[in-house]
Structure formats: structure tokens, C-alpha cells
């Protein structure tokens, strides 16, 4: 069954500390990976994007990494702030039998960063 | 800036009452997606158009639901007659392309609750 997984459910650190999200896929035939930030009562926004052949893909101070072997990805907040505190969802495109690509949602990883 | 707008931004209705959420995708933008947001399932794919056509209704309950684009610049989705369980937040989104891999990006969400 294709599923996404992430972890931890929710988080909570000091404004300027880094942290970790991971995300563990089994969704296959994969084509890409993203991650999405949903702010409170708001709709997600896009903050990368992997390709199976990427490994690493920054922006700004989130660094996202795939190892599509162990069909894992990670999201590394840098020097976090008060705007960082939001949902992170990970996304995980895959053909589906008609050849066409599907998305699979995660749950979304809970930040919470505290002053 | 453009933007996905969605109206209205809340609903409370009772059950058995007729709902319907709109949505004017970005100028240009070919795709058209619905979603519905819950905590317990996380975000879950009810419609996809791509130039205004339908291409993917499986993830919506057919006997309530409906989603249609009479024209390029607005996008509606009806419950009818809508119950407890539909309460949620309904998010619409576009893009370009088609193809899977276009960035979607999100309107602010309906949020609805029947009573």
C-alpha cells in the first residue's frame, strides 16, 4: 500500500536551535518528493521539491534530503524562528496504474518554536 | 500577488442544508484541485481538473458531492445534502502544467462545520 510517514508527530524547540523532520515513504513507482509548510489557517505552500536523482535541495534555511533506497527524506530547519512554528507536511508523487502521477499526503509534522 | 481566493472563508450550516464552496484559481493556471483537511486524515484529494475538464473524481463521496468549472476562473464544489462527518477544512488549489510535477499552490480554505 503506498503510505507516507512522518515523524515526530509534533515538536517543540527554542527559536534558534535546528531540527530534524523525517519522512519514510512506500510509495512506488516514485516520481518526486515535496515538502510543504501550512502555516495556522492557511493552505500549504510549496518549499521544495526532489527528483529521484536528487539528494539534497535547499531553501534558504530548510535543507531537504532523499535517499530514495531506503525511501527516506528528511527536513532540516537551520537558526529556527518564531515564523518557522507550522505544519510540514511531506508529499510523495507516484504513477498510479493508468500511468498517471498521484500524490500521497503525510500527516504533517507539528513545529512549535518557542522564544 | 496572485493568489487562489476562496469563498466563503467559514461555513456553519445543519445538517441536511446545501452547501457550496467557490474558487477562482490563478489567471493562467491550467489545474484545479480540491482538497478536504482533516486532523484525522490530513489533507485528501476529492477533485482534479485540468483545463477545466474533470480527470480524477475517485476521492469524492458521489452521492453529496459535486465539483464543476463552469469557466476558467472559477471552480465550485457542492454538498448535497451535507452531514456532521463532512465538516472539514476545503482547500482549492491551482497550477500550470498537468503533468504531476507543478507546484500547487493553495487558497486560504473553506472551513465548514454542520451542525
Known amino acids: 500500500k503506498n503510505q507516507v510517514e512522518q515523524s515526530p508527530q509534533s515538536l517543540i524547540i527554542l527559536e534558534g536551535k535546528n531540527c530534524t523532520l523525517q519522512c519514510n515513504y512506500t510509495v512506488s513507482p516514485f516520481s518526486n518528493l515535496r515538502w510543504y509548510k501550512q502555516d495556522t489557517g492557511r493552505g500549504p505552500v510549496s518549499l521544495t521539491i526532489?527528483?529521484?536523482s536528487e539528494n539534497t535541495k535547499s531553501n534558504g534555511r530548510y535543507t531537504a534530503t532523499l535517499d530514495a533506497d531506503t525511501k527516506q527524506s528528511s527536513l532540516h530547519i537551520t537558526a529556527s524562528q518564531l515564523s518557522d512554528s507550522a505544519s510540514y507536511i511531506c508529499?510523495?508523487?507516484?504513477?498510479?496504474?493508468?500511468?498517471?502521477?498521484?500524490?500521497?499526503w503525510g500527516l504533517g509534522t507539528s513545529l512549535g518554536v518557542n522564544p | 500577488d496572485a493568489r487562489v481566493t476562496q469563498t466563503p472563508r467559514h461555513k456553519v450550516t445543519e445538517m441536511g442544508q446545501e452547501v457550496t464552496m467557490r474558487c477562482q484559481p490563478i489567471?493562467?493556471?491550467?489545474?484545479v484541485f480540491w482538497y478536504r483537511q482533516t486532523m484525522m486524515q490530513g489533507l485528501e484529494l476529492l477533485a482534479y481538473?485540468?483545463?477545466?475538464?474533470?480527470?480524477?473524481d475517485s476521492g469524492m463521496p458521489k452521492d453529496r458531492f459535486s465539483a464543476e468549472m463552469p469557466d476558467a476562473t472559477l471552480a465550485t464544489l457542492k454538498i448535497q445534502p451535507s452531514e456532521p462527518r463532512d465538516s472539514a477544512v476545503y482547500f482549492c488549489?491551482?497550477?500550470?502544467?498537468?503533468?504531476?510535477?507543478?507546484?500547487?499552490?493553495f487558497g486560504p480554505g473553506t472551513r465548514l462545520l454542520v451542525l
Open positions: 508529499v510523495v508523487s507516484h504513477f498510479n496504474a493508468g500511468n498517471n502521477r498521484k500524490l500521497i
Open positions: 488549489a491551482s497550477g500550470l502544467g498537468g503533468t504531476g510535477q507543478e507546484t500547487q499552490y
Open positions: 489567471l493562467g493556471h491550467n489545474t
Open positions: 481538473f485540468r483545463n477545466r475538464a474533470p480527470l480524477d
Open positions: 526532489m527528483t529521484f
